[in-house]
């Protein structure tokens, strides 16, 4: 894991751990104008058909439209799928409620998914995408956090947070001028994720000596890399600058692909 994980996309590696990772997202695009580059990259993995694209209220807005069109345009079948919170909630949660809804959009039998979100409907479409067995794709709409391209899916079960392992995005789309035209406080997260990582790795390091668990130096210091990285770029983040929010965006992905 001392490479660049983005140049081991869609490949597995003997890692100098001892251990064997095997990164399953194939591609990532980060920068200005990503989403109209989207029909020509799945026709390029392979992708056709139906195409089940999930969104809210906001992230239709902030570029489930584009999207849909933009599929539709270059000959996908779209079947758009609108996410609604339950009344009591503030937000869309990823619990029973959320899944059965998009439970109730397979019946249209689509060929792929698609999440135009953040956390909740990136996880909500990738749990539901591996109990199907079917791809999924990720249109990043905030850097609010790590999880675009990690192997789990936390869920509400009961009312408590479970994390579920699931496969994920085969590619992910994260579109600049999109995310600097998230809400702060979901930048403000994203930051903040990173920054819980320092902890993170403290305890990961203390569970090794106590108890022997598995450690990858490599990992560690590429950790450790990108956010030394992103420390420069704290007063940009908060400016919305698109340098800052790039750096921010790649960290996140960085460290999800870790997780791998």
């Known amino acids: 894991m001392g490479k660049d994980p983005f140049a081991l996309l869609g490949t597995a590696f003997s890692c100098s751990c001892g251990k064997t990772h095997r990164i399953r997202t194939r591609r990532i695009l980060v920068g200005k104008g990503i989403l109209a580059r989207m029909p020509g990259v799945l026709r390029e993995l392979g992708f056709c058909g139906k195409a089940l694209v999930l969104f809210d209220d906001a992230t239709y807005e902030a570029a489930g439209k584009e999207v849909c069109s933009l ?8 079947i758009p799928g609108l996410l609604k919170k339950q009344e009591h909630f503030p937000f869309l949660e990823p619990d029973e409620e959320a899944r059965s809804q998009v439970g109730e959009f397979l019946f249209h039998r689509p060929d792929f998914l698609v999440a135009v979100g953040s956390g909740v409907i990136n996880d909500l479409t990738k749990f539901v995408a591996h109990r199907a067995g ?16 990690s192997p789990g899916a936390p869920m509400l079960v009961g009312g408590y947070k479970v994390t579920y392992d699931a ?16 809400p702060l406080s979901l930048i403000q997260a994203g930051f903040a994720d990173l920054v819980g990582k320092i902890t993170a790795n403290a305890d990961w390091t203390i569970r090794r000596v106590l108890f022997g668990e598995d450690f990858c ?3 560690w210091e590429h950790t450790i890399s990108f956010l030394k990285a992103l420390s420069t770029h704290a007063e940009g983040v908060q400016q919305r600058d698109e340098q800052a929010i790039t750096v921010l965006t790649q960290a996140l992905i960085q460290s999800g692909l870790s997780m791998e």
């Open 217 to 219: 130096d490599a990992l």
């Open 134 to 149: 079917l791809p999924y794709v990720a249109v990043a709409t905030a850097p609010s956090m790590d999880g675009y391209v």
């Open 167 to 182: 496969t994920p995005p085969v590619v992910l789309f994260a579109d600049i001028e999109v995310l600097c035209s998230a």
């Open 71 to 78: 599929l539709s345009q270059h000959g996908f079948a779209v």
